[in-house]
Antibody, heavy 118, light 111 residues
Framework: QVQLVQSGAEVKKPGASVKVSCGTS????????IHWVRQAPGQRLEWMGW????????KYSQKFQGRVTFTRDKSASTAYMELSSLRSEDTAVYYC???????????WGQGTLVTVSS | QSALTQPPSASGSPGQSVTISCTGT?????????VSWYQQHPGKAPKLMIY???ERPSGVPDRFSGSKSGNTASLTVSGLQAEDEADYYC???????????FGTGTKVTVL
C-alpha cells in the first residue's frame, strides 16, 4: 500500500534551517510529483510547491521562493524539503503529499511539526 | 496569491445536506477544471475527497459531490453523518506562474 512517512519533530532557533524528509513506498516513486503543504497552528493549509520525483524539476510558491529547496533521492524513494532563515511564523506542521494529478493530492505523510523558538 | 474564499462554518443535522462554497477568480477556480476538496479531522492529515471538480477517489462515499459555476466551486455532503464533522478545504490550480492555492477552510458541524 502507498505510504509516505516523514521525519520527526524539530525545534529550531530563528535564522536556522530545517530539512524534513518524506520516505515513500508502495508505488513507483518517479511517476508522481511530491507536493509540500504547511499548516500553522489553528490556521489553514498553505501550498509551498512541488518537485517532480522523476526529473527533479521544481515549482515553488512565490511566498517561499528563495528560502525553500526541494530535493529528492530516487534510490531511496525519498523527497526532502529544506526551509532556511527560519522565523517564528514558520512554526507549523509540514506535510508532504503525492500528486495523482493536477491539485489532486491523494496520499499524505503524517506531518512534521517544526517549532521555531529562541 | 490570495487564498480562495470559503465560509468559516457550516452545519446540518444527521441525514441533512450541507453545501460549502469556494470562491476564487477567473485566474484560478474559473479558469481551470482543477478544483479539489480535502477533509481534515483534528490532528490528522488532510484526505482527498473530490478532484477535478466532480471526481471522487475510490473509497470516498458518493454522499460527497462537487460542482462548479463560474468562479465558485461547491462541495455538497448529503446524508450527513457524525464522522463528516471536520474541516474542509478547497484547492485550485492557478496557472503556471502561481501554482496551486488552498481555500480559507470551512468547519462543518453535525448538530
Amino acid at each position: 500500500q502507498v505510504q509516505l512517512v516523514q521525519s520527526g519533530a524539530e525545534v529550531k532557533k530563528p535564522g536556522a534551517s530545517v530539512k524534513v524528509s518524506c520516505g515513500t513506498s508502495g508505488y513507483i516513486f518517479t511517476i508522481h510529483s511530491i507536493h509540500w503543504v504547511r499548516q500553522a497552528p489553528g490556521q489553514r493549509l498553505e501550498w509551498m510547491g512541488w518537485i517532480s520525483a522523476g526529473n527533479g524539476n521544481t515549482k515553488y510558491s512565490q511566498k517561499f521562493q528563495g528560502r525553500v529547496t526541494f530535493t529528492r533521492d530516487k534510490s531511496a524513494s525519498t523527497a526532502y524539503m529544506e526551509l532556511s532563515s527560519l522565523r517564528s511564523e514558520d512554526t507549523a506542521v509540514y506535510y508532504c503529499a503525492r500528486a495523482a494529478g493536477m491539485v489532486a493530492l491523494d496520499f499524505w505523510g503524517q506531518g512534521t511539526l517544526v517549532t521555531v523558538s529562541s | 496569491q490570495s487564498a480562495l474564499t470559503q465560509p468559516p462554518s457550516a452545519s446540518g443535522s444527521p441525514g441533512q445536506s450541507v453545501t460549502i462554497s469556494c470562491t476564487g477568480t477567473s485566474s484560478d477556480v474559473g479558469g481551470y477544471n482543477y478544483v479539489s476538496w480535502y477533509q481534515q479531522h483534528p490532528g490528522k492529515a488532510p484526505k482527498l475527497m473530490i478532484y477535478e471538480v466532480t471526481e471522487r477517489p475510490s473509497g470516498v462515499p458518493d454522499r460527497f459531490s462537487g460542482s462548479k459555476s463560474g468562479n465558485t466551486a461547491s462541495l455538497t455532503v448529503s446524508g450527513l453523518q457524525a464522522e463528516d464533522e471536520a474541516d474542509y478545504y478547497c484547492s485550485s490550480y492557478a496557472g503556471s506562474n502561481i501554482g496551486d492555492v488552498f481555500g480559507t477552510g470551512t468547519k462543518v458541524t453535525v448538530l
